[in-house]
């Protein structure tokens, strides 16, 4: 256990000791929590005027941090990315709890700041002419657009995320009998996903070409590189922005590799295909999960209230005979009625019927 008050050593531990060493956390979940601290460490040096080498644990209090992640919306960060940050900064501060306890206070204040609840939103995916206008955009005379073509037939019929898709190798691709893509997913779980036929004859065309990446990647970029996640969105918005103008519905449409993934779910979900294996396709973590696209689609509840007997109505409208029902004026209707340009003795007919007393007096002189 240690007592000394600064932060640069207690941070370093957290990330050396505790994530890499004891959880074995995922590169992304380092990286995540690294940007979070990087923000959150230039936050502190502009409220503070320290640098972080000269932070003390003491100062980093619940205020503090509550103010860094109002800061975060203020820019424009969404809600989820805001709890995401919390996220990293309240792991630090279970880890604190245990190496500086002569805080535990101030850590209990911290972890005591919740999550920001956010309205949930129907999952959005695309429609199987969206999809066929944006695979038809690429120009495949070129060594570009070939493999535009077959990363979006993959991301469309495999539904891998995009550290999957950016991460595939030729060694994970199998071409044989019951062809598949092996991938190691979010939580560091392995799963194989089938291949269609058709999506297995772009990709045999697509292994035949020459290769430019050192590392034996699927989908490099230009200089054989593995494809970063704003090269990817860079292509897919290209490629929107083409397929656009086939299908006008695109153009006010966010194409992702995410939402790629949505597509195939929702796929599955409308040909009858069970939750569980949904889930076990997209490597989701619980059957629950899946229920949102239970929710997002409106054709399959389209089906079920065809089956139900509906409620006969009639349709009608305002005629002029028609009489509206007569409600007693109250003192408010009675105000109304005082101010009114009609002669005092159409209100006489509404006197009997006022339910607080007032003297007949008053109303005739208008006061």
Not at 311 to 338: E, F, K, M, T, W
């Amino acid at each position: 256990m240690t007592t000394s008050a600064s932060l640069a050593p207690l941070l370093e531990r957290f990330f050396t000791q505790r994530l890499m060493q004891q959880r074995q956390a995922s590169p992304h979940t380092i990286s995540s929590y690294r940007d979070t601290f990087r923000q959150f460490l230039k936050f502190t040096q502009q409220r503070l005027h320290k640098p972080p080498s000269r932070l003390n644990f003491e100062e980093i209090e619940a205020p503090l941090i509550v103010a860094f992640l109002d800061g975060l919306e203020k820019r424009g960060l969404s809600v989820r990315s805001r709890n995401l940050r919390l996220t990293a900064l309240h792991s630090f501060f279970r880890y604190a709890a245990f190496e500086a306890p002569a805080h535990s206070a101030q850590i209990q204040r911290v972890l005591a700041i919740p999550s920001k609840r956010f309205t949930r939103t129907l999952v959005q995916f695309l429609t199987p002419a969206e999809v066929d206008a944006l695979l038809a955009a690429p120009d495949q005379t070129k060594w570009g657009g070939r493999r535009d073509h077959a990363f979006m037939l993959v991301a469309v019929q495999t539904g891998l995320r995009l550290s999957e898709m950016t991460g595939l190798t030729r060694e994970d691709l199998i071409v044989g009998p019951g062809a598949h893509v092996r991938v190691i997913g979010k939580g560091r779980k392995e799963r194989c996903t089938p291949i269609a036929r058709s999506t297995l004859a772009v990709l045999k065309a697509w292994l035949r070409e020459p290769q430019r990446s050192s590392g034996n990647l699927l989908f490099p970029s230009a200089r054989g590189k593995r494809l970063s996640v704003h090269g990817v969105q860079y292509l897919l918005n290209k490629h929107r922005m083409t397929a656009s103008k086939v299908c006008p519905s695109l153009k006010n449409k966010r194409v992702t590799v995410h939402r790629c993934r949505h597509t195939m779910a929702m796929d599955l979900l409308q040909a009858g295909v069970d939750r569980s294996v949904i889930a076990l396709w997209l490597g989701h973590e619980s059957v629950e999960t899946t229920h949102i696209y239970l929710e997002a689609t409106l054709a399959m509840k389209e089906q079920a209230l065809a089956k139900t007997t509906p409620h006969n109505g009639r349709a009608a409208r305002y005629q002029p005979g028609d009489q509206l029902p007569q409600q007693p004026v109250g003192s408010r209707g009675l105000c109304r009625a005082i101010r009114s340009p009609r002669p005092c003795c159409e209100l006489d007919l509404h006197i009997e019927s006022l339910t607080c007393p007032i003297s007949l007096d008053i109303v005739r002189k208008g006061r």
